[in-house]
């Protein structure tokens, strides 16, 4: 897909402080193609470069996505990447459920709108940079827990109902986006567990060699993301280029 991009193309990066976040603006800028990088986070990336804006917005909030909105003027996207999420928050006693007798209506409702709403939100505001004739290419992270098909342990309620959320939400979004713009591609992808912040109470009984970095799994899902076509768009992917099922 990354040859179907002009030279100097522009990405977002949303979640840019994240440990996948960042890594995927390390990779884009160690290529001469990308000509501008706009980072958007809470914190400030550790990364400098002369091709890279860094916005310090809270996109989890309406007045951050408009703010975002007015910053891009409706100039074309090329390449934009969603890295936000959330599995576990201390200070909000929000964490995976066990069972039913875990469930509440506050870690529902926190878990499916950092990880479903928000995502969607972002592309409803950026509508316009997205629309026209340009080559756009949409990637956001997803899970493979959010796959009902795959479901078959069972837990972790409120993480798998919002990633499968996030799944339909892209997916419908790319209908309507491909109506506005041909060349637009739409993926959702699984990255693989981590080595970040949001996986770490987790680790412990994974092994190894499936326990990966950020910069390898930044590499892999670009490359992934290389291989697709605007056919493929509202597809579901894993992070080693294998279609996952809804």
């Not at 069972?99 to 990880?115: G, K, P, R, Y």
């Not at 799944?167 to 309507?176: D, F, G, P, Q, R």
Request: hydrophobic fraction near 40%.
């Amino acid at each position: 897909m990354f040859n179907l991009l002009p030279h100097h193309y522009t990405a977002v990066v949303v979640g840019a402080s994240g440990g996948i976040g960042a890594a995927i603006i390390n990779q884009l800028l160690s290529s001469s193609k990308v000509g501008h990088v706009i980072a958007v986070s809470r914190q400030p990336p550790r990364i400098d470069n002369p091709r890279l804006t860094h916005l310090m917005l809270d996109v989890s909030q309406e007045q951050g996505r408009q703010a975002l909105k007015t910053e891009l003027a409706s100039q074309p996207i090329h390449f934009f990447f969603n890295a936000i999420g959330i599995l576990h928050d201390d200070a909000q006693r929000l964490f995976p459920e066990k069972c039913l007798d875990q469930l509440s209506v506050e870690s529902l409702a926190q878990t499916m709108n950092i990880n479903a709403y928000v995502p969607i939100l972002l592309l409803a505001a950026l509508k316009d940079s997205f629309k026209g004739s340009h080559p756009a290419v949409i990637a956001s992270l997803s899970a493979r827990v959010g796959s009902i098909e795959d479901n078959q342990l069972g837990g972790w309620y409120s993480y798998r109902a919002s990633k499968a959320a996030h799944n339909m939400l892209l997916k419908t979004a790319s209908i309507e986006l491909k109506r506005l713009n041909k060349q637009c591609t739409v993926l959702c992808l699984h990255p693989g567990t981590t080595d970040t912040a949001l996986s770490k109470p987790f680790q412990a009984r994974v092994p190894n060699e499936k326990l990966f970095t950020s910069a390898f799994v930044a590499e892999k899902l670009l490359a992934v993301i290389a291989q697709r076509t605007p056919d493929d768009s509202g597809t579901f992917w894993d992070w080693n280029g294998q279609p996952i099922d809804w």
